[in-house]
C-alpha cells in the first residue's frame, strides 16, 4: 500500500477562519442566541479549562460571538457566561 505524498496547498485552520471573518455590522440579524458551557471535571491550575462559547444562529448557520473559555470554580464560570447573555 502506498500513500500519497502530503498536499502543500494545506490552509491553517487559523487562516481560514480569518478569511472568513466578518465584522458584527455586516453580519445577518441572529434568530437565537445560545451560551454553551462544557465543565471542567476540576478545577485547580492543572485543570483543563471550562468550555464558554457564544453562538449565534441564524438561516441554519452558527456565528461565534465569542470564546470566554477558561479555568475557574464553578461560580467563576457561571458569572463569566451570564455576562454576556
Same mark, same amino acid.
Given at each position: 500500500?502506498?500513500?500519497?505524498?502530503?498536499?502543500?496547498?494545506?490552509?491553517?485552520?487559523?487562516? /481560514?477562519?480569518?478569511?472568513?471573518?466578518?465584522?458584527?455590522?455586516?453580519?445577518?440579524?441572529?434568530?437565537?442566541?445560545?451560551?454553551?458551557?462544557?465543565? *471542567?471535571? &476540576?478545577?485547580?491550575?492543572?485543570?483543563?479549562? &471550562?468550555?464558554?462559547?457564544?453562538?449565534?444562529?441564524? /438561516?441554519?448557520?452558527?456565528?461565534?460571538? *465569542? /470564546?470566554?473559555?477558561?479555568?475557574?470554580?464553578?461560580?467563576?464560570?457561571?458569572?463569566?457566561?451570564?455576562?454576556?447573555?
Amino acid at each position: 500500500m502506498t500513500s500519497s505524498p502530503p498536499s502543500k496547498a494545506r490552509c491553517s485552520p487559523l487562516a /481560514d477562519i480569518d478569511r472568513t471573518r466578518i465584522k458584527a455590522a455586516e453580519g445577518p440579524g441572529l434568530t437565537r442566541v445560545v451560551v454553551t458551557i462544557d465543565p *471542567a471535571v &476540576t478545577s485547580g491550575e492543572d485543570s483543563d479549562e &471550562t468550555g464558554i462559547v457564544v453562538v449565534g444562529e441564524h /438561516d441554519g448557520h452558527g456565528y461565534v460571538l *465569542a /470564546d470566554l473559555s477558561m479555568r475557574g470554580t464553578p461560580g467563576r464560570l457561571h458569572a463569566r457566561g451570564r455576562q454576556r447573555v
